[in-house]
């Protein structure tokens, strides 16, 4: 319990999910970064291209088909020199000896098409430009070369750029988590005080739901649901216990007096005395019986042999059995209807059921009370349908009288485990049906809803699991 | 009959003990399974009344030990562990019988007995005999010098799970259990109201052979049928 407090006081830790979200944030950024950098360089690159070609053509076109092309171009080039003092693109010729015939540039003769050169700007600077050279008719070599400064510029920041990017990232993609999670932590704190004073101890706090919205309002609400059901579940659990303590002091204190009356009594009466000590004995450990059986069915540890029940045996099975007993009590046992319906099912347990609410009768209502049993057959499955003409149930024992150890408040006799109609109802549960109690006016009519031959019967039960 | 008893309680071990001694069996007392497996090693017995749960080792390991070396020996288990589910455990186990706690001393004198006639009991359920009372399996039906009777399902299942124990003691859990199937104690008197009816239509054709054993069960006297 302490801790359990303890972890929960403890303000919410936001360092490593802060620090994973930062770093998807700076990945994604160093993607869209390099896919970025990558388009401008292709965009630029094929800029130059057009251009080297554009002006290439223009020169080459002028000579087309002409002997003396290489003089003529020369010329041009020469013409060009004089005209332009200042440019990013240079013309060379090399004649048909790759010697340089024209042009500034002291490069080597470069292949035919597109290519990159290197070559010494200003002083001892290596540069790189790219080059397009055409080959002409006479065996010469038309170069135009174009050194950009900005594609040059762009390579160089590009690294340096991209690893900005992703600190600048990292940084804010790290707050914005931090800060998120910090609001985060703050609407949970409340919450998390809540949870240690429950742990604590104390069931009745609920998480305010006034300042929350969106999904801390519907996780709150959810909780509070829980919250809701486990401190039914314990109120349960502590009536169950005291109840249980209670219908045991009856017989105990019975069989203490019997006990105590046998040591004082002379000896004839101490064979009748030990007999009905026996049987006070034997009514506590039908308690007990009752009381592992009821948990065994309502946390599901009851070994099923769950099968496809066909009902109307059943039951006519039940009723020869039972109608000794209720002919016995002064009373009969009628069949009113019985369909033939089949459902999946535990048999050992229906039977349980059928015998707890006949035996109920038998034990429950004055001499001479008839029962009718019915069985029909409807959409939903089938209804099983005991009937008395007893003097019936008060209005508030109803819902009552279901759980454990609750008992009819007319009831005069505590005869029975009193766990006989929480066993039955559980069962009805364990087959995903239900037990109604119905005022039959006069009597009581129990209906028990079973659905027929449910498929998913086997995996889900109607018994809680037990927290440990 | 000479039986091992293995409980480690002193005041059950006793009662036990002391129990059969006074109904004509004699027992060998083992407080731990170690105990226990020694006795059974030493001599012959001719059921063994194991309780489950023994200081040392488990009684599950005890039945292990005994099934192993080939013994068919009957076993019956006694447990503080009455669930259903430990029920079917200890009859998977090797088990022949199971019997939580508490217990009357009644209940496991019968089914100590049953189980140790069980090997030479009569076969089959066909033409259930005994003197001149017959049951009839296909029509239900009780006959006795020349008059029948009538039963229905509960009864003739009743007379015939009787008739096939003769002369034993048949206590009322044990009827529950083979007659109907019931994994769990009723609060009415199931046994006695459905054992009424079928005395009554037996001694209708002049036929009284079932007695009450106060406390202890019901016995069908083989004698009565003559």
Known sequence: ?468 | MHLLIVEDDHVIADHIVSGLGHIGHSATLARTGAEAIKAWTERSHHAVVLDRMLPDIDGMSVIDHMRSSGSTTPVLMLSALGSVKNRIEGLQRGADDYLAKPFSLDELAARLDALVRRGTSRPGKIGLEVGSLQLDASSHRASFRGKTAALNRKQYSLLAHLMSNADRIVTKAMLLEAVWSYSFSTATNIIESNMSRLRTGLQEIGCDPIETQRGAGYILRSERCA
């Open chain 1, 1 to 468: 319990m302490r801790l359990i407090s303890d972890a929960l006081a403890r303000p919410a830790r936001l360092g490593r999910l802060a620090i994973q979200f930062g770093l998807a944030f700076a990945i994604a950024m160093i993607a869209i970064g390099v896919i970025g950098f990558g388009l401008a360089d292709h965009w630029v690159s094929s800029r130059i291209d057009q251009s080297l070609t554009y002006h290439a053509d223009k020169y080459v076109a002028k000579v087309e088909g002409d002997p003396s092309a290489e003089m003529h171009l020369q010329a041009a080039i020469l013409e060009w020199q004089h005209r332009k003092v200042l440019s990013e693109r240079t013309y060379i010729l090399f004649d048909r000896n790759d010697r340089r015939i024209a042009g500034r540039l002291d490069i080597r003769p470069p292949p035919a098409g597109f290519s990159y050169v290197h070559f010494t700007g200003g002083g001892r600077h290596v540069e790189e430009g790219r080059a397009l050279a055409k080959r002409l008719p006479r065996g010469g070599l038309f170069v135009v070369v174009q050194h950009s400064e900005a594609a040059e510029g762009l390579h160089a920041i590009l690294p340096w750029a991209v690893l900005a990017i992703c600190l600048v990232a990292l940084v804010l993609g790290v707050s914005a988590t931090f800060l998120f999670a910090k609001l985060t932590a703050e609407r949970l704190s409340e919450t998390q005080h809540i949870a240690a004073a429950i742990a604590a101890g104390d069931l009745s706090r609920r998480i305010p739901m006034d300042r929350l919205d969106g999904m801390f309002a519907e996780q709150g609400e959810s909780l509070n649901q829980m919250l809701d059901h486990m401190e039914e579940l314990v109120r349960a659990q502590q009536l169950f216990s005291s109840n249980l303590a209670h219908d045991l002091r009856t017989p105990l204190m019975r069989l203490r007096s019997l006990l105590e009356t046998a040591s004082r009594d002379d000896q004839v009466t101490f064979p009748s005395l030990l007999e009905r000590a026996e049987r006070e004995c034997t009514s506590i450990i039908n308690i007990f019986d009752a009381l592992l059986r009821l948990a065994e069915i309502e946390t599901g540890q009851h070994p099923t042999a769950m099968a496809q029940v066909s009902l109307r045996p059943l039951l006519e099975d039940i009723a020869d059995t039972m109608e000794p007993v209720i002919n016995d009590c002064g009373g009969t046992l009628a069949v009113r209807q019985l369909d033939d319906v089949t459902i999946t099912g535990d048999p050992d347990l229906i039977n349980q059921l059928m015998i707890n609410l006949i035996e109920n009768v038998a034990t429950h209502t004055p001499r001479g009370t008839n029962v009718t049993l019915a069985l029909e057959s409807g959409e939903s499955g089938a209804m099983i349908t005991v009937c008395d003409d007893g003097p019936g149930l008060a209005t508030g024992d109803f819902v009552r009288i279901t759980k454990p150890f609750e008992r009819g408040s007319a009831a005069s006799a505590r005869t029975g485990s009193g766990l006989g109609l929480a066993i039955a109802s559980a069962i009805a549960r364990f087959h995903r049906g239900s037990l109604e109690l119905v005022d039959a006016s006069p009597g009581l009519e129990v209906r028990v809803r079973i659905p027929a031959n449910d498929d998913q019967n086997a995996s889900v039960r109607g018994g809680m699991p037990r927290a440990s």
